[in-house]
């Protein structure tokens, strides 16, 4: 699991420990940079820069440090700077440096930033720009606009040489973080400002500042158009528009700490809204349906349980499980934070007073959609869930999971002796779905996954877990080393495919996970975004009637892509199966 922390004197348990290890990390991306370290010691234990704080984050997994951003806030301003952001360059690239500025991004919100800016190299040649480094500041500035930030333009920030850009060029990035008003002089002129001092001691007083700032002259401000940004592909022709369920409403939202994992976060869903721009989709309003849909295949004391968080805890709590049933599971613990640890299988799902109604719409949408297709109102729909479900067991949450959405349109699907096959794609075992179904031959729970030995939840996903009882033969595992790629991923794919055909299904569950995609920050996989088309594609030839369940994808911009191309991909594979 991925998890960051506020590299802070006084805060950090491990201050120490972390703190050499974002300065390793720093003397390895930048060398000729050495100087700097110094400062990063004096930010973590709380000497700030002239009017602004200093915010060192560092990303860790299993107590490494994987890489770490510095930042500073302008209160009275609403705005940010990122000083300085790196991942380790020894590792393989993971989506760490994308993660990393996500969570920087999230936490300066959090503060109040409206605006987000940093520096980079310039991308084309000119004053100050060293011509061999161009290709790799295209890169950098590609980087950078995928995640929201392009260059101010008409300025002369990037012809200026200041004492800590060593002599060189720099363009100044602007990310609006969904801001859509534009930038006024005044504004722009302000935030330099506060940038000049705080990186380099000078003030408004100064030539190099005064000159600077006077360059600051369109208002508003000109920001460049996306240079590096593909034009998407012309959608295929489809006969029917694609049939859609969204969880109603976001507020209260589920807090997350990102102390304790890489967060499950509000801004995914926005992020699935823009995959489904200029597509044909026809979207459907959730119904509210009754608790006995989740006491169908949930503990009722776990239920109890998640229930009473709505009605304790307070507002901005957040409670995390720490104590664990190992010995004596048959007793259920009456201290309410103790009972956290008796239904949850980790430390890094969060328990608030918002947890339990927004499990409640994921429900709702879930079944609302194996409604649509039951009914025969859809061959097919696609739920936009969140939190997500598929790692919920019958009496234990965790994975950021609460309710099994899957499990629960499943099991309302089987009525009337009707057979349902599950199809999790998502980087990380569907635990959840073998819990629940795993004594039952009605249900085939199918998943594709990183291998337990290396991949959450560690503990579920053998291949050799084939079921119990009567459901002996109806659990398939198909776990995967780090490392695929297109043509691994589809190879087992189609392995998977053939045992559901052979179950021969009524009705077919896919747990989306665009986390199996390259740059995935808790996944390890390396599919492509024409790789999750083709896997849609590959599963749409089946022809089933198909509820498509949004589960996991932590890196926005692959999530945009990743659920597009999937949901193309099967869309067209299922069309042609249904004209065959």
Same mark, same amino acid.
């Given at each position: 699991?991925?998890?960051?922390?506020?590299?802070?004197?006084?805060?950090?348990?491990?201050?120490?420990?972390?703190?050499?290890?974002?300065?390793?990390?720093?003397?390895?991306?930048?060398?000729?940079?050495?100087?700097?370290?110094?400062?990063i010691t004096r930010y973590a234990t709380g000497e700030n820069p002239p009017r602004c704080e200093a915010v060192l984050l560092a990303a860790?997994?299993?107590?490494?440090?994987?890489?770490?951003?510095?930042?500073?806030?302008?209160?009275?301003?609403?705005?940010?700077?990122?000083?300085?952001?790196?991942?380790?360059?020894?590792?393989s690239a993971r989506g760490i440096g994308g993660a990393i500025y996500e969570m920087t991004r999230d936490d300066q919100r959090k503060r109040?930033?409206?605006?987000?800016?940093?520096?980079?190299?310039?991308?084309?040649?000119?004053?100050?720009?060293?011509?061999?480094?161009?290709?790799?500041?295209?890169?950098?500035?590609?980087?950078?606009?995928?995640?929201?930030?392009?260059?101010?333009?008409?300025?002369?920030?990037?012809?200026?040489?200041?004492?800590?850009?060593?002599?060189?060029?720099?363009?100044?990035?602007?990310?609006?973080?969904?801001?859509?008003?534009?930038?006024?002089?005044?504004?722009?002129?302000?935030?330099?400002?506060?940038?000049?001092?705080?990186?380099?001691?000078?003030?408004?007083?100064?030539?190099?500042?005064?000159?600077?700032?006077?360059?600051?002259?369109?208002?508003?401000?000109?920001?460049?158009?996306?240079?590096?940004?593909?034009?998407?592909?012309?959608?295929?022709?489809?006969?029917?528009?694609?049939?859609?369920?969204?969880?109603?409403?976001?507020?209260?939202?589920?807090?997350?700490?990102?102390?304790?994992?890489?967060?499950?976060?509000?801004?995914?869903?926005?992020a699935v809204r823009r995959a489904l721009e200029g597509l044909p989709v026809s979207e459907h309003k959730p119904e509210h349906w009754g608790?006995?849909?989740?006491?169908?295949?949930?503990?009722?004391?776990?239920?109890?349980?998640?229930?009473?968080?709505?009605?304790?805890?307070?507002?901005?709590?957040?409670?995390?499980?720490?104590?664990?049933?190992?010995?004596?599971?048959?007793?259920?613990? !009456? %201290?309410?934070?103790? &009972?956290? #640890?008796?239904?949850?299988?980790?430390?890094? +799902?969060? @328990?608030?007073? *918002?947890?339990?109604?927004?499990?409640?719409?994921?429900?709702?949408?879930?079944?609302?959609?194996?409604?649509?297709?039951?009914?025969?109102?859809?061959?097919?729909?696609?739920?936009?869930?969140?939190?997500?479900?598929?790692?919920?067991?019958?009496?234990?949450?965790?994975?950021?999971?609460?309710?099994?959405?899957?499990?629960?349109?499943?099991?309302?699907?089987?009525?009337?002796?009707?057979?349902?096959?599950?199809?999790?794609?998502?980087?990380?075992?569907?635990?959840?779905?073998?819990?629940?179904?795993?004594?039952?031959?009605?249900?085939?729970?199918?998943?594709?996954?990183?291998?337990?030995?290396?991949?959450?939840?560690?503990?579920?996903?053998?291949?050799?877990?084939?079921?119990?009882?009567?459901?002996?033969?109806?659990? !398939? %595992?198909?776990?995967? &080393?780090? #490392?695929?790629?297109?043509?691994?991923?589809? +190879?087992? @794919?189609?392995? *998977?495919?053939?045992?559901?055909?052979?179950?021969?299904?009524?009705?077919?569950?896919?747990?989306?996970?665009?986390?199996?995609?390259?740059?995935?920050?808790?996944?390890?996989?390396?599919?492509?975004?024409?790789?999750?088309?083709?896997?849609?594609?590959?599963?749409?030839?089946?022809?089933?009637?198909?509820?498509?369940?949004?589960?996991?994808?932590?890196?926005?911009?692959?999530?945009?892509?990743?659920?597009?191309?999937?949901?193309?991909?099967?869309?067209?594979?299922?069309?042609?199966?249904?004209?065959?």
């Amino acid at each position: 699991m991925l998890k960051f922390v506020r590299v802070m004197a006084g805060a950090d348990p491990s201050f120490e420990a972390h703190l050499n290890g974002v300065k390793s990390v720093f003397l390895k991306a930048f060398p000729f940079n050495e100087p700097y370290v110094e400062k990063i010691t004096r930010y973590a234990t709380g000497e700030n820069p002239p009017r602004c704080e200093a915010v060192l984050l560092a990303a860790t997994r299993a107590n490494k440090i994987l890489g770490f951003s510095v930042s500073f806030y302008f209160a009275d301003l609403k705005a940010a700077y990122l000083d300085y952001i790196a991942s380790d360059p020894a590792r393989s690239a993971r989506g760490i440096g994308g993660a990393i500025y996500e969570m920087t991004r999230d936490d300066q919100r959090k503060r109040g930033a409206r605006r987000f800016f940093l520096d980079s190299l310039p991308d084309e040649p000119g004053p100050l720009v060293h011509d061999e480094l161009l290709p790799e500041s295209r890169r950098r500035l590609a980087f950078y606009e995928r995640l929201g930030a392009r260059p101010v333009i008409g300025t002369a920030y990037e012809r200026t040489a200041t004492p800590s850009n060593l002599g060189d060029g720099n363009m100044l990035l602007c990310d609006a973080m969904g801001n859509e008003n534009p930038m006024s002089r005044k504004y722009l002129r302000s935030v330099v400002e506060r940038i000049m001092l705080a990186k380099n001691g000078l003030d408004a007083a100064d030539p190099l500042v005064s000159g600077l700032l006077k360059s600051i002259a369109d208002d508003p401000v000109r920001v460049r158009a996306p240079r590096y940004m593909t034009s998407p592909k012309k959608p295929p022709t489809l006969h029917r528009p694609i049939d859609i369920v969204v969880t109603s409403g976001e507020s209260p939202t589920i807090e997350h700490s990102p102390f304790k994992g890489y967060y499950e976060r509000p801004s995914r869903v926005a992020a699935v809204r823009r995959a489904l721009e200029g597509l044909p989709v026809s979207e459907h309003k959730p119904e509210h349906w009754g608790r006995e849909h989740i006491l169908a295949v949930h503990d009722r004391r776990m239920v109890k349980f998640l229930k009473e968080t709505a009605e304790r805890l307070p507002d901005k709590r957040i409670v995390y499980p720490e104590i664990f049933p190992i010995r004596f599971p048959d007793r259920l613990p !009456r %201290n309410f934070e103790m &009972r956290a #640890g008796y239904f949850c299988i980790d430390t890094s +799902t969060p @328990l608030t007073n *918002a947890v339990y109604p927004a499990a409640r719409r994921a429900v709702d949408a879930a079944l609302s959609g194996a409604k649509l297709v039951r009914s025969g109102s859809a061959p097919w729909c696609y739920v936009v869930v969140r939190p997500p479900g598929h790692h919920a067991e019958r009496r234990a949450f965790g994975g950021f999971c609460y309710f099994n959405n899957a499990a629960v349109a499943a099991h309302y699907l089987s009525a009337s002796g009707k057979k349902v096959a599950i199809l999790d794609v998502d980087h990380h075992h569907g635990n959840g779905m073998q819990d629940i179904f795993y004594e039952r031959s009605d249900v085939l729970t199918v998943s594709i996954h990183g291998h337990p030995e290396e991949t959450y939840p560690f503990f579920a996903g053998f291949d050799d877990e084939r079921g119990r009882g009567p459901g002996e033969g109806f659990n !398939r %595992n198909y776990p995967i &080393r780090p #490392g695929v790629d297109d043509a691994g991923y589809l +190879t087992v @794919l189609a392995r *998977a495919l053939r045992r559901i055909e052979a179950f021969k299904p009524d009705y077919l569950i896919v747990s989306l996970g665009v986390d199996i995609m390259k740059g995935d920050p808790t996944g390890h996989f390396f599919v492509t975004g024409d790789g999750m088309r083709r896997i849609g594609d590959a599963i749409g030839r089946g022809g089933h009637r198909t509820v498509i369940m949004q589960e996991g994808g932590y890196n926005l911009a692959n999530l945009r892509r990743g659920v597009r191309e999937f949901l193309l991909g099967f869309a067209v594979g299922h069309q042609t199966a249904r004209a065959l």
